[in-house]
């Protein structure tokens, strides 16, 4: 098990950008493969992007692809998403999941994962 702590969430008007971080405690991070997830008021939790153990593989939501950027340090023990060309739409709370996976893949479904943050809020205005 691994502790995760989320920062960089705050408000940014549309066009901006912004990185989020995500700070692994208490496992051997690079075993862990680890994803971005983001929920707005009244709707479902969402995939946002994941990365592999390694940080050699990743895959977005369509949403966000061109746009986000997932990225991981392991000797940091931290994952980083960047987020540029923000629109409002990208407004929610903004989570982090990881998951010690035997296969060098990123799983997509919030299911998968069993390691969450407790959140960052990213609000873009108009």
């Known amino acids: 098990q691994v502790q995760l702590v989320e920062s960089g969430g705050r408000l940014v008007q549309a066009g901006g950008s912004l990185r989020l971080s995500c700070a692994a405690f208490?496992?051997?991070?690079?075993?862990?493969?680890t994803a971005w997830f983001r929920q707005a008021p009244g709707k479902e939790r969402e995939f946002v992007a994941a990365?592999?153990?390694?940080?050699?593989?990743?895959d977005y939501a369509d949403s966000v692809k061109g746009r986000f950027t997932i990225s991981r340090d392991n000797a940091q023990n931290t994952v980083y998403l960047q987020m540029n060309s923000l629109k409002p739409e990208d407004t929610a709370v903004y989570s982090c999941a990881a998951r010690w996976w035997v296969v060098n893949t990123a799983p997509t479904s919030p299911s998968s994962y069993n390691n969450w943050g407790q959140g960052t809020q990213v609000t873009v205005s108009s």
């Open positions: 208490g496992g051997t991070f690079g075993y862990y493969a």
């Open positions: 990365i592999n153990r390694s940080g050699g593989s990743t």
